[in-house]
Nanobody
Framework: QVQLVESGGGLVQPGGSMRLSCKAS????????MAWHRQTSGEERKLVAL???????TYADSVKGRFTITRDNGENTVDLEMNDLKFEDTAFYFCNAYILSPRQAQLQSDWGQGTQIIVSS
């Protein structure tokens, strides 16, 4: 069984910074794409940033230049460094990874439990 556990989050002032971390654990053969998504009340979950196994990244337009996603393939972790946070970054943030386990024939999308970021003065 695979588990994604996030850490970080909380209250931050506008213009501030915060780092989210996510670690995958369990019976893992390999992890393909890893990503962070966010969701606000009444809205769909949206992609914030994605990183493939080779380190290539994709960002939502709203966070380009402010957020940086990184990963450590040896530790099965993905981090999101967030700078110059804005009110509109307030949301629940979810870690996501496509993971292959020994008993699976294909990659499976797994999610963390979510962590809340509140940007407020």
């Amino acid at each position: 069984q695979v588990q994604l556990v996030e850490s970080g989050g909380g209250l931050v002032q506008p213009g501030g910074s915060m780092r989210l971390s996510c670690k995958a654990s369990g019976n893992i053969l390999t992890i393909a794409n890893m990503a962070w998504h966010r969701q606000t009340s009444g809205e769909e979950r949206k992609l914030v940033a994605l990183i493939d196994r080779a380190g290539r990244t994709t960002y939502a337009d709203s966070v380009k230049g402010r957020f940086t996603i990184t990963r450590d393939n040896g530790e099965n972790t993905v981090d999101l460094e967030m700078n110059d946070l804005k009110f509109e970054d307030t949301a629940f943030y979810f870690c996501n990874a496509y993971i292959l386990s020994p008993r699976q024939a294909q990659l499976q999308s797994d999610w963390g439990q979510g962590t809340q970021i509140i940007v407020s003065s």
